[in-house]
Nanobody
């Protein structure tokens, strides 16, 4: 069964950057649609971006121009580069995988905290 582990979270100032990585074991991530989802305290979980097995991407409006998803098949990871971070980006960030971006995800990581200070 696919297992996902996120890394790269931390605390940055407004305008800073972070790069999150989602590492997979027990299977190859390039066979899955992989997404990044976040949940801020007291808010519902929201999708950020998804990359399909065909490498097509779908970004949420708030992520366009600031966040970039990419695959590193050699490392079996999917990374999320986040630039121009804002305090409202503070949340727990999860990676998830499934068959297609339009379906619900079948596998989830444990999450990594991102905090953006003003």
């Amino acid at each position: 069964q696919l297992q996902l582990v996120e890394s790269g979270g931390g605390t940055v100032h407004t305008g800073g950057s972070l790069r999150l990585s989602c590492a997979a074991s027990a299977d190859k991530l390039d066979q899955y649609a992989v997404g990044w989802v976040r949940q801020a305290p007291g808010k519902v979980r929201e999708g950020i971006v998804c990359i399909g097995y065909d490498n097509n991407t779908v970004y949420a409006d708030f992520a366009k121009g600031r966040f970039t998803i990419s695959r590193n098949n050699a490392k079996n990871t999917v990374d999320l580069q986040m630039n121009s971070l804002k305090p409202e980006d503070t949340a727990v960030y999860y990676c998830a995988a499934g068959e297609l971006c339009v379906y619900e995800y079948d596998y989830w990581g444990q999450g990594t905290q991102v905090t953006v200070s003003s």
